[in-house]
C-alpha cells in the first residue's frame, strides 16, 4: 500500500512538471522524434519529471509484487486527486463542470472496483503463458498507434475546434497498458537468489521487449500529446484506459480469478462499465475561446 501511493505521488509530480517544462518549448512532433528528445533534454525541468516518473516505476515493480493486478489499479487511479490538484496550482489549468463530474465518476468506478476485492480470497499470480500475453500486447500496440495518427490528422484540418486530448489520452493509454502488463510480467522474475539465472530467464520472455517498445514510443507520443492538451484532461484518459486495460486484460493473461461472490463480482464489473461509459462521453473538445466585445461607439449629440 505504501509503494502505491508512493508511486502515485511521483507519477502526478512526474507528469506535471513535464507539461510544465514542455509549455515553454517550441512545439515539438512525433515526426522528428529525435528533435523532440533534444528538446526535452536540454530541460532541467523535464529531467527532474522524468526522474519522477521513473521513480514511481521503481515503486510500481514493488507493488506488482504484494497485490493483486486489479486492486494495484484501483489505487494508482486514485493518484489523479493529487494530478487534479498539481494541475490547477502549479499550471493554472481550469476543468469545465462536466470533465469534473466525469473524474468524479472514474474514482467511484474505480472504488467500486477496489471494494470488490478481498485480501483473503484473491491471489497474486506471477507469471502468464507467453502466446497470449502477445496476443494481448501486440494487436493494442497496433491499436494505440494507429489511434494516435488518426488524431493527429485530424488535429491538422482547419477550423477544427481544439481537442481536449481524448484520443490521444486513450492511444498512450493502450501503449502504457502493455507497458504495466510487462511491469508485472519483470516483477515475477525478480529474485534475490539465482540473480544470474532469473536475468536469463527473463531475456528469453518478451517483457523486456515490450517495455523498451513501449518506453521509446510512449516518451515519444505522450510528450506531444501533453504539449498539446490540458494535463489535468489527458492524463486522468490515459490512466483510466491503462487502469481497465491492465486489470481486465491483465487479470485474464495472469489468471487471477475474479470474484466468485455475486456482490464483489457485480461490483467490479459495474464499476468496469462506469468507467469506459464516461470515458465514451467526455467531451472531445475544448469550447473556442470567447471573442472579444467590440468596443461601442458613443453617440454624438
Known sequence: MTAALLANVLYSTGFVLEKRALTAMPSVSVRSPARLLRQVISSPLW????????????????????????????????????LLLLSSVLLGERTSGRERYAVGAILLALLMVVLSLSEESDTVSRSAPVPLVLTVCLPSLAAGVLLYGSAERRSKHRHRLPTTGVEYGVAVGLLYGVSSLAIKGVSSYLTTQGLGSALLHLLASPYPYLLMFT???????????????????????????????????????????????????????????????????????????????????????
Open 215 to 301: 518506453g521509446a514510443f510512449g516518451l515519444i507520443m505522450s510528450q506531444a500529446a501533453l504539449q498539446r492538451c490540458r494535463a489535468s484532461l489527458i492524463v486522468p484518459v490515459c490512466t483510466t484506459v491503462t487502469a481497465l486495460f491492465t486489470a481486465v486484460l491483465g487479470t485474464l493473461a495472469f489468471g487471477e480469478p475474479l470474484p466468485d461472490e455475486p456482490l464483489r463480482l457485480a461490483l467490479r464489473i459495474a464499476g468496469t462499465a462506469l468507467a469506459v461509459s464516461v470515458l465514451l462521453a467526455m467531451p472531445k473538445h475544448d469550447a473556442p475561446p470567447p471573442q472579444p466585445t467590440p468596443p461601442t461607439k458613443e453617440l454624438t449629440s
Open 47 to 82: 529531467i527532474g519529471g522524468s526522474l519522477a516518473l521513473a521513480a514511481g516505476f521503481g515503486a510500481q515493480l514493488a507493488v506488482y509484487r504484494t497485490l493483486p493486478i486489479a486492486a494495484a489499479q484501483g489505487i494508482f487511479v486514485s493518484g489523479l486527486v493529487l
